[in-house]
């Protein structure tokens, strides 16, 4: 069985209506005029290591069904080792930095977030 992981923000913080929030950008991957099935990427606008060769560069979430619970369906980061990008996911220790470090990030801008 898969576990699912969500981000789960603040009512007043709906991720539909942040463009940036310090150093990521979210953007809309469905149509924006889709009320259902929502998906936005958040976007890293500044190189930034969780590791010594990974450098994450998007995140992409899903509206679910639970209000204000977006589901964490990619993360994607660059691997310098490889020289190509690496996904994923968050059973990955990395994966968890990834989602940890936006938090943490949002969390200065007054954007609450948090990891389910």
């Avoid at 190189?47 to 639970?66: G, H, K």
């Avoid at 369906?73 to 968890?96: P, R, T, W």
């Avoid at 470090?101 to 969390?107: A, G, H, R």
């Amino acid at each position: 069985m898969t576990a699912f992981h969500y981000l789960e923000f603040h009512p007043a913080d709906n991720p539909v209506y942040l463009k940036k929030v310090g150093n990521w950008v979210l953007t809309f991957l469905s149509p924006q005029d889709e009320k259902s099935d929502v998906q936005l990427a958040i976007t890293s606008v500044l190189p930034r290591q969780v590791s010594e060769n990974l450098q994450p560069i998007r995140v992409v979430i899903q509206q679910s069904e639970i209000e204000n619970r977006w589901l964490i369906q990619q993360i994607v980061c660059y691997d310098s080792f490889q020289g190509k990008d690496e996904i994923l996911n968050c059973a990955d220790e990395m994966g968890i930095k990834v989602i940890q470090s936006i938090i943490q990030e949002f969390e200065k801008y007054d954007v609450e977030v948090n990891f389910v």
